[in-house]
C-alpha cells in the first residue's frame, strides 16, 4: 500500500495464525476509494505470498472509526 493516495500510516500485528494490518488513511478520503484500493493492493500481492498464506486466504475489510 505504500505510495497509496491518502495513506497516512500502517500498523500491523502478528501471531502463529495470522497477521493484519491496519491501514489509516487521511480524513476527508472517501471510505469506498479506499478500501477498494486497498483490495486492488492485495490482489497484486497475493500471488507473491507462500502458497500456505494463498491457501489461508487474504482477506480485506473495512472498519470506520
Not at 13 to 37: E, I, M, N
Amino acid at each position: 500500500l505504500k505510495g497509496a493516495d491518502g495513506l497516512v500510516r500502517v500498523e500491523s500485528t502478528s501471531d502463529a495464525g495470522g497477521y493484519v494490518a491496519r491501514v489509516h488513511f487521511a480524513p476527508g478520503t472517501a471510505p469506498k476509494d479506499a478500501l477498494a484500493l486497498a483490495e486492488v493492493r492485495a490482489a497484486l500481492a497475493t500471488p507473491l505470498l507462500p502458497q500456505a498464506v494463498r491457501r489461508a486466504g487474504v482477506r480485506v475489510s473495512a472498519e470506520r472509526k
